[in-house]
């Protein structure tokens, strides 16, 4: 039978690349943005074009109703999910003098909120299919160690760990697995400017990552074979801490 996978934020970047990585591992893909609906489509005919099936979904991760409503919606007529990715995010760096409560609040409400928004519709129908289920949250490399210019979003990144592992305790009696991918500085868009000169200064690895690389380590968690790894957090950050 074949298993669904919700990847939000799958429109570009690091969603994008986990969920053509999954696609080609078998299973069959949600793939979701805010705003960017033409490249979102464009990524569901990239992975029909693979022969496998993938369909759509839009909302605001930091919207609790809209992502209740859809999720409920879509959950009914498809059935619920195998996996979820909680992959959506944004920064909104300055340093923290300078950091508008604007700048905060989006920060938390997108990425910290957006694990119970997102999380809470899904949970209790994927613990309905009385089967194996996954769930890989994205934290960042900032929610380990803190980065400077960075406050918000450390400590949403931060709290995303916690709820990661808070939630793998509830869920692994039902066969449930939830775990996190901390990725350090991956070639995307949110990357920004970073000189060779920093990359080399400060990555043992002395590059940044791909977003490919970013999402075997998700892909590894979907498995059925880690079944018996969860509350765990992953880093794919070429050694950066
Ligand atoms: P991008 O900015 O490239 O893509 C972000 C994705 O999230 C887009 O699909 C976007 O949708 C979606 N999104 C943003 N805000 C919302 C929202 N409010 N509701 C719904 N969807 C939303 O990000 P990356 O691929 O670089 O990052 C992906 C994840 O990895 C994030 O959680 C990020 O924090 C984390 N990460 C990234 C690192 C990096 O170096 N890039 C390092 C460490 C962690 P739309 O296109 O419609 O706007």
Redesign the pocket.
């Known amino acids: 039978m074949s298993k669904t996978i919700l990847v ?10 986990i969920a053509l990585y999954l696609a080609n591992e078998e299973y069959d893909l949600v793939i ?6 033409e ?2 489509k464009k990524v569901v005919n990239q992975i029909n074009e693979l022969g496998k099936t993938a369909r759509f979904l ?6 609790r109703k809209q992502c209740a409503e859809v999720i409920n919606y879509d959950i009914e007529e498809n059935g619920a999910y195998y996996g979820v990715v ?6 909104s760096d300055n340093a923290f003098p300078l950091l508008t409560g604007e700048a905060w609040d989006a920060v938390v409400h ?2 910290l909120d ?1 694990f119970y928004n997102v999380l809470h519709p899904v949970v209790m129908p994927m613990i309905m299919r009385h089967k194996p289920g996954r769930i890989v949250t ?5 929610g380990i160690m803190g980065s400077r210019g960075q406050v918000n ?1 450390s400590a949403a ?1 931060a709290g995303i760990i916690g709820a990661t592992k808070a939630l793998a305790l509830e869920l692994a009696k039902r066969n449930i697995t939830v775990n996190c991918v ?10 920004g400017d970073f000189s060779k000169d920093d990359i080399k200064k400060n990555i043992p690895a002395q590059r ?2 791909s ?1 490919k690389e ?1 999402a075997a380590a998700v892909a590894f968690f979907m498995s059925e074979d880690a079944g018996y790894i969860t509350r765990q957090v992953l880093s794919v950050n070429g050694g950066l801490c």
């Open positions: 939000t934020g799958s429109s570009r970047g690091i969603g994008k690349a979701h943005c805010r705003s960017e609906v490249q979102a839009q909302f605001d991760i930091s919207d909680c992959n959506a995010g944004i920064i997108t990425n957006g994205l934290s960042s490399v900032s979003y990144k901390a990725p350090g500085l991956i070639e995307t868009e949110m990357l940044v990552g977003t970013v």
